[in-house]
Each structure stands twice: as C-alpha cells, then as structure tokens.
C-alpha cells in the first residue's frame, strides 16, 4: 500500500482526535526516522520527548528481549526484580525517597494529587482542600490532570472538572501569594514549562515557592514528565535550581520508548498520606517497562549522555541565536539544555512551520501558540545540529 492508502484505512477505524500529520513511520535508527516510502527524518522531537536515547540502541533492545524472554507483567499484588532495582536508582538519582509506578504522566498527576490530598486529610482532619497551579501549565488529559492544566481550551468542554483548583501566574510569585489560604496542600508547576510554551521557572521564583511552601507545611509538586530524565542537562531540571521538591512527577523519556512513568515522595510525605487501600494500579511498572528504566539509567550513566546534554548545549544554542537573527519573524529563543523554543510573532504559524519541516525532512514540535519546540534526541551530535539548522533554515526561507 500507499502512503494514502495507509492513511485512508488508519481514519476508517481510528477515532479522530488528532489531526495527524500525513507520514506513517515505520521504523528508527540512531536519530533518523524512516517512513513508509522509505524516506529519511532527522528527529529533533523524539516522541515528544521520550526518544532520550534515539531508535535502535543495541543495548536497550537487549535489555527489553531478555525481560520479555523471562516474564513481562505480575501485577503489583507481588514483588518484581525490575521493579526493585529501577525504584532503587530512580530514588537514589532524584533524591526523592520512595516511588510509585505508572503507565503514563497523566497517571503520575493523579497520584502526586491524591497525595497531597491524603496528606493535608491526615494533617488536617478534613477534606476539601486546594492545588494551586499555573497558568499557561500541562499536566496531562485525564479528569484530574486536567484539572490542574491552565489552558481554558483544553478544560472549558469537560467542565465541572476537579474543584478546589487555583491558577496563578508562572514566575509571578505575588500571583502564587494572592492565591494561598488555609486549605492549600499543595503548589504544583512544571520546573520548565513544555506545550505551554517552553517557559524555565526563574530562580528566585521557584526558590521562594520552596520557602513558602517548607513554612506553610504546602507540597511543592515538580512536575518534571516533559524536562526530567537529562533533557535540561541534569537528570531532573530542579537539580540546577537547587530545589527539592516534595512530590516530583516523571515519565516521558523515564523508560525511553515504554510506556512509563512515576511520582516520587520524600519519607515525610511517604509515611504521613497514601496507605495500602487508597490507591493502585495493574499494569504500572510492570517488569518490561522497569527493565527499560534500568537500562535507560544504565546507559545515560556509561554513555554520560546528561554531560553531553551540558556540553552540546550552548553550540546548539548559537545555532538558535543566528536562526532568530536571521529572521524578522523570529523574535528570539528560550529553553534549558535540549528543551528549545523559537519563538514566532503571529505573522507565522507554528504549526504550519512543523508541517512544512516534515517535507523537508526534519521533525519538530510546536508548543503554546507561537512556538517551535525542539526536543531533540539526547544522543545527537554536533553534526545533527548543523543538519538541523541547515533544514530549518530551508524551511523557514519559504515563510519569508
Ligand atoms: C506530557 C506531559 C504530561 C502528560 O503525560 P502523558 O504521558 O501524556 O499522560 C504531564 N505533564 C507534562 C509536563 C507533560 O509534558
């Protein structure tokens, strides 16, 4: 078959809530994709950010053959040695002290809520308590991740979602003040904002959030599903802020291709909210998706793919600064380590720039509505970037 004919027959039975771009992918090498028609993509969107260690690493495809060879699923009413060791490392690498599995970063929001919410119940004695979020956030698309998702486009059809939420501005912290009462458990933010728009929390913004929350006895939740696991440059972002946070949410590139993802609790919060009854999950952290966070771990340490990320940073910096300079549509760029924006004034859509960039061969992401967001596979190399440069550039001289 054809391209359109695979395309044809996808939207016979697939229910229509993307508007998918017209390329059927089939397969992934190193940084490249390949679709149908065999034609070659360099990939500077991984999945939206879960491809850290590009297609095809020899090491992880060993990993997870041995795993499936031995067993794949037990369900959480046992032990598993996958998920012994993986709780082990993700606990030692973030600081945090203990960890729950899920399938997806939607799931890890709903437990780091209902955390928070058993907390403050335990500390409180009663219900009803407040999440303050920000504005211009993501945190997923179920009911409760929803919830707390400050994009009235995405929440206003599904309304009355979860009460007792309130929305503040990012990095306006007189905005976060303005918004505290006696019932708040809990502030939640993105430590680097993605689909809002690639916005990193400022440091004086975050660190003040952190000394209210340790004086108020409020959770600081990280959400850190999209810049977590090496994208910014340290395995999770607030390790550069000098920040811990009391709940961290995680999982996009945690399992590198699986679907995985977690939240993590200090001891505190660990032994003072959820207890065996108040929540669960059947497949999270199964034994194939925890070999896949092993190894994942095991080889950004060996390959010491977050140094890579640090070092390559500013050359791929650079590269954006003479790509905004280069055109009057381009007002400038922002992001931390491989998690980029360039950002657009309103005379160019992103969306039609990803577009016409897939004609050319290179695939990337918009983010907010004038965004084109780069989150690139951790393992490319200086070549890629220029490659990607040279193709962007292609690209955006058609927008002139
Ligand atoms: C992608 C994302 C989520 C939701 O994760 P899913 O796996 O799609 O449910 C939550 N928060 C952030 C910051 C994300 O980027």
Redesign the pocket.
């Known amino acids: 078959m054809n391209k359109r004919e695979y395309i044809n027959q996808a939207e016979e039975n697939l229910f229509h809530v993307y508007n998918r771009f017209p390329v059927v992918f089939e397969k992934g090498q190193g940084v490249h994709l390949y679709d149908t028609d065999g034609k070659e993509y360099l990939d500077f969107a991984s999945g939206?950010?879960v491809m850290a260690l590009g297609y095809g690493n020899e090491r992880y495809k060993e990993a997870l053959k041995n795993q499936i060879d031995n067993i794949t699923h037990t369900s959480n009413l046992y032990y598993h040695l996958p998920m012994i060791e993986a709780a082990g490392k993700i606990c030692n690498a973030s600081g945090m002290d203990k960890v729950f599995f899920t399938?997806?970063?939607?799931?890890?929001?709903e437990g780091a809520i209902k955390t928070a919410k058993r907390y403050a119940y335990n500390r409180d004695g009663f219900a009803g308590h407040e999440i303050i979020a920000m504005g211009h956030?993501?945190?997923?698309?179920?009911v409760g991740?929803l919830s707390v998702t400050g994009n009235e486009h995405y929440r206003e059809p599904f309304l009355p979602l979860m009460d007792g939420v309130k929305f503040a501005e990012f990095n306006n912290i007189e905005s976060v003040k303005a918004q505290i009462t006696d019932k708040t458990c809990a502030i939640l933010l993105?430590t680097v904002?993605?689909?809002g728009g690639i916005y990193p929390a400022d440091k004086e913004f975050l660190a003040e959030i952190r000394d209210i929350c340790t004086k108020s006895d409020i959770l600081l939740i990280l959400?850190?599903?999209?810049?977590g696991m090496g994208r910014t440059g340290s395995l999770y972002a607030y390790q550069q802020y000098g920040v811990q946070p009391d709940i961290l949410?995680t999982?996009?590139a945690l399992g590198s291709g699986v679907?995985v993802?977690a939240f993590l609790v200090t001891d505190k919060v660990a032994s003072n909210s959820l207890v065996p009854g108040d929540h669960g999950t059947t497949y999270g952290g199964n034994p194939l998706v925890c070999a896949a966070v092993n190894v994942t771990m095991d080889i950004m340490e060996e390959d010491k793919i977050i140094q890579h990320v640090a070092e390559l940073t500013p050359y791929l910096e650079e590269k954006l600064e003479d790509i905004s300079s280069k055109y009057d549509f381009v007002s400038g760029h922002r992001g931390l380590g491989f998690m980029q924006g360039i950002v657009l004034n309103e005379t160019v859509k992103p969306g039609e720039v990803v577009a016409a960039a897939l004609e050319h061969g290179l695939v990337i992401l918009s983010a907010g509505a004038d965004v084109i967001r780069l989150l690139p596979p951790l393992v490319i190399e200086k070549n890629d970037i220029d490659e990607m440069s040279k193709l962007l550039m292609e690209v955006l001289d058609e927008f002139k």
Do not use: L, M, V, Y
């Open positions: 939206i950010g399938n997806s970063g939607a799931e890890a929001i956030s993501f945190h997923g698309r179920t991740s993105e904002q993605g689909e959400d850190e599903i999209q810049c949410t999982a996009k679907p993802g």
